[in-house]
C-alpha cells in the first residue's frame, strides 16, 4: 500500500508502525500512490472523505470525522484584485487543522492507539483534542503559556489534559517530545499522516474549480502542514493526470518571525533558528520549523516565492476581512496582506485561504480594532 520513508537516511517503515519518527531522528514522510477517480467522488457527500482511496488508512471503518471539508470557496474583490478566498475557518474545531486531525486520529485508531501527545500554537492542539476525543483516546496537549484563552479553554472542553508550558514555541516542542518517549505522539509537523489530511485541501480546490488547479496559491506558513499537505495534494492530481501544471506556491510569513525566508532567499543549507518577536500572527510563530527545508522545496518547485508581512499590514488586513463579512483570526489576515502588495497577473486565479476562526481571537480582535479607531481619530 505504501511506506514511511526517513527524510534523512530513506529507511522504510510500515504505514500501520506506530513511529512518527525513524531511528535516525529524521522526520518521515509517506509514499503511497494515491487514486483519485472523478466517477467516484462525484457520487459521495461533500466532505474531505469523499477522496478516501486517495488517503492510506487499511479500513474505512476506523474513519474519525465530523463530515468535514468542502468548504466554501467564493469569489472576491480582494484590494481591487479578484482572487478565490477559500473558507476553511468554517471547520467543525474552527480551523483547516481539522482536515490533518481527522486523518491522523482515524490512523491512531487503527493501530490501537490509547493515549497520545501533541503540541500547539493553539488550532492543532484544539483540532486533535477534538478529534481524539470522538474516538475515545487519551489525549495531551502542549501548548505555550501565551496561547489564547479561547483556544486553552476549548482544548480543555474536550476533555484533554492540557499543560502550559513557559518561553518559547521551542520549548513547548521539546517539552511534548519528552512526553512522547512514552507515548504516540500526534504531531502536526513530525506525524506524515497530518499532510495526508491536509492534502485535500488541493483536491476540493481542484474540484471548486471544475476541475482545475488554481494559478497561485497564497498560504500562512510556519510549521509548513498546509503549504506541503497542499503540494502533496496537487502532485497526486498530476500523477493521476488529472491536472496539467503545478499552480506557484506562495508563503507567507510574518516579518517577526520568518526564518523559511532566510532560509529560502539566502539558499542555505540548513534551517536558521531565529530570535521569535511577538507577533499577532500566532499560528505562523514558529522559529526553526522542522520542515523548513522541505517547504524551501516546494516554493522551489513550484517557481514560487515567499512574502513577509508587518504586524501593521496584518492589521489592516484583519479590518479589510471584517468589513465584508468574513471574521478570521490574525494569522489568516496574512495572507491577505501579502496578496494585497504581491504582483500577480489580472488573470491569474489565485488563492487564499482562511484558516482559523475570528472567535479564537476576541480579546486580540478587540484590542486591535480599538487601537486602530484611535489611530484613526488622533
Not at 501565551?146 to 502550559?164: C, E, N, P, R, V
Amino acid at each position: 500500500m505504501g511506506d514511511l520513508v526517513c527524510s534523512k537516511c530513506n529507511a522504510r517503515y510500515s504505514l500501520n508502525d506506530k513511529r512518527w519518527r525513524c531511528d535516525c531522528g529524521g522526520y518521515l514522510n509517506i509514499e503511497f500512490d494515491a487514486e483519485i477517480n472523478i466517477e467516484k467522488i462525484g457520487s459521495r457527500a461533500p466532505t474531505m472523505w469523499r477522496y478516501k482511496e486517495a488517503i492510506p488508512l487499511d479500513d474505512y471503518s476506523n474513519i474519525v470525522s465530523f463530515n468535514e471539508g468542502f468548504t466554501p470557496l467564493t469569489q472576491c474583490d480582494i484590494y481591487s484584485k479578484k482572487a478565490f478566498l477559500k473558507l476553511d475557518y468554517l471547520f467543525p474545531s474552527g480551523s483547516y487543522k481539522d482536515r490533518g486531525a481527522s486523518v491522523l486520529i482515524s490512523k491512531a485508531k487503527e493501530t490501537g492507539v490509547d493515549h497520545l501527545i501533541e503540541d500547539s500554537s493553539g488550532n492543532a492542539g484544539c483540532a486533535v483534542a477534538s478529534y481524539a476525543a470522538k474516538a475515545d483516546i487519551r489525549c495531551d496537549i502542549y501548548v505555550p503559556q501565551d496561547t489564547s484563552a479561547a483556544k486553552l479553554s476549548q482544548i480543555q472542553a474536550y476533555g484533554a489534559d492540557l499543560h502550559m508550558v513557559s518561553g518559547s514555541r521551542s520549548d513547548t516542542s521539546d517539552a511534548a517530545l519528552k512526553a512522547a518517549e512514552h507515548y504516540y505522539y500526534a504531531s502536526h509537523t513530525w506525524n506524515p499522516f497530518f499532510l495526508q489530511g491536509t492534502k485535500t485541501f488541493a483536491y476540493e480546490i481542484w474540484e471548486q474549480l471544475n476541475f482545475n488547479a488554481p494559478d497561485i496559491l497564497f498560504i500562512p506558513t510556519g510549521n509548513g502542514t498546509l503549504l506541503i499537505g497542499a503540494y502533496i495534494g496537487f502532485c497526486d492530481l498530476k500523477n493521476n493526470h488529472l491536472i496539467k501544471n503545478m499552480p506557484k506556491f506562495i508563503a507567507v510569513q510574518s516579518e517577526n518571525c520568518a526564518p523559511v525566508y532566510k532560509l529560502f532567499k539566502e539558499n542555505l543549507s540548513y534551517v536558521p533558528e531565529i530570535d521569535n518577536i511577538p507577533t499577532i500572527a500566532e499560528g505562523i510563530a514558529i522559529n526553526k520549523p522542522l520542515r523548513g527545508r522541505q517547504i524551501a522545496e516546494v516554493i522551489s518547485k513550484t517557481n514560487g516565492d515567499i512574502v513577509t508581512v508587518s504586524d501593521d499590514e496584518i492589521k489592516k488586513s484583519l479590518v479589510y476581512l471584517s468589513k465584508i463579512g468574513l471574521y478570521v483570526e490574525p494569522t489568516s489576515a496574512s495572507v491577505v496582506a501579502a496578496f494585497s502588495k504581491y504582483k500577480t497577473n489580472s488573470s491569474d486565479i489565485a488563492i487564499l485561504p482562511l484558516t482559523g476562526n475570528g472567535l479564537k481571537s476576541n480579546e486580540k480582535i478587540l484590542h486591535i480594532l480599538k487601537e486602530m479607531e484611535t489611530e484613526q481619530h488622533s
